[in-house]
């Protein structure tokens, strides 16, 4: 399973930054990707960054212009996003997981509360 941190509490248009920590080898090899599961709602892809800088990243509509996903394959590959100008509508649990996910490697989540 793969762990996500950096959750909490934020005001609107507010920021938070999530890591996850890939402690296997083979991360560095694969798009990786963060997904979000709001109350009541079905899991969702929010942003996807492939494996190599040649490669382009994605976002959801939703997100574009406000998140920002990167990596680093220093050593274990760590996944990042930057969380800006927060939205209410961002409530939710945040996951990582390899693009495509990988149910395997479904983790608890981080729980970001965007609210005043």
């Known amino acids: 399973q793969l762990q996500a941190s950096g959750g909490g509490l934020a005001q609107p248009g507010g920021s938070l930054r999530l890591s996850c920590s890939f402690s296997?080898?083979?991360?560095?090899?694969?798009?990786l990707g963060w997904f979000r599961q709001a109350p009541g709602k079905e899991r969702e892809g929010v942003a996807c960054?492939?494996?190599?800088?040649?490669?382009?990243?994605?976002y959801d509509s939703s997100v574009k212009g406000r998140f920002t996903i990167s990596r680093d394959n220093a050593e274990n590959t760590v996944l990042y996003l930057q969380m800006n100008s927060l939205r209410p509508e961002d409530t939710a649990v945040y996951y990582c997981?390899?693009?495509?996910?990988?149910?395997?490697?479904w983790g608890q989540g981080t729980l970001v509360t965007v609210s005043s």
């Open positions: 960054i492939p494996s190599s800088s040649r490669g382009r990243t994605f």
């Open positions: 997981n390899f693009v495509p996910p990988d149910s395997t490697y």
């Open positions: 296997t080898s083979i991360a560095d090899h694969y798009p």
